[in-house]
Antibody
Framework: QVQLVESGGGLVKPGGSLRLSCAAS????????MSWIRQAPGKGLEWVSY????????NYADSVRGRFTISRDNAKNSLYLQMNSLRAEDTAVYYC?????????????WGQGTLVTVSS | QSALTQPASVSGSPGQSITISCTGT?????????VSWYQQHPGKAPKLMIY???KRPSGVSNRFSGSKSGNTASLTISGLQAEDEADYYC???????????FGGGTKLTVL
């Protein structure tokens, strides 16, 4: 079965950096675009970034563009999110999400999430 | 402020039906048949309940149905059960630049 396992979250000071990872299994990872979606404490969902199956295309929400970088390693079935210049408003649970098919914008598989807390 | 507008809360008694609305614009909901709905229980990851506006993934109860009219999508849950109590989020494709936008979420309480 499809499994997505995020890691790398934690407490970081404003202006700091963190790298999130998502280990995928149970499906052909290289066939799918992948996304990061976040949820601030007690708030709604916010799409953060996606990367195409071959890493040719990447897109970011305006709120993170220029600070976050998405990447993937298809040989390792892994997705990454490098987060720099972190702000308090980046505090959230970060989910790795797989779309229904290839490049779909609808997500049928989610990880359990990893909490990022930005605080001094 | 979320891009899509949902009511903050709805409630219903077991066995009843409820509908959650999701209002967007002609740039998202109104322009694409790519509205999805997610159910989220406390402390859990979201679960896809409806995709492409009206379709149910395998394993999702047929008590859940979706529809769309103009810039507004709706999720209807019939025969409410206690286990349906959760937060529900709508989501729409919004073009290649914005990609997807979510609603602010609706808390469903089963009385």
């Amino acid at each position: 079965q499809v499994q997505l396992v995020e890691s790398g979250g934690g407490l970081v000071k404003p202006g700091g950096s963190l790298r999130l990872s998502c280990a995928a299994s149970g499906f052909t990872f290289s066939d799918y675009y992948m996304s990061w979606i976040r949820q601030a404490p007690g708030k709604g969902l916010e799409w953060v970034s996606y990367i195409s199956s071959s890493s040719s295309y990447r897109n970011y929400a305006d709120s993170v563009r220029g600070r976050f970088t998405i990447s993937r390693d298809n040989a390792k079935n892994s997705l990454y999110l490098q987060m720099n210049s972190l702000r308090a408003e980046d505090t959230a649970v970060y989910y790795c999400a797989r779309p229904l098919y290839g490049s779909s914008s609808e997500f049928d598989s989610w990880g359990q999430g990893t909490l990022v807390t930005v605080s001094s | 402020q979320s891009a899509l507008t949902q009511p903050a809360s709805v409630s219903g008694s077991p066995g009843q039906s409820i509908t959650i609305s999701c209002t967007g614009t002609s740039s998202d909901v109104g322009n694409y048949n790519l509205v999805s709905w997610y159910q989220q229980h406390p402390g859990k990851a979201p679960k896809l309940m409806i995709y492409e506006g009206t379709k149910r993934p395998s394993g999702v109860s047929n008590r859940f149905s979706g529809s769309k009219s103009g810039n507004t999508a709706s999720l209807t849950i019939s025969g409410l059960q206690a286990e349906d109590e959760a937060d529900y989020y709508c989501c729409s494709y919004a073009g290649s630049s914005t990609y997807v936008v979510f609603g602010g979420g609706t808390k469903l309480t089963v009385l």
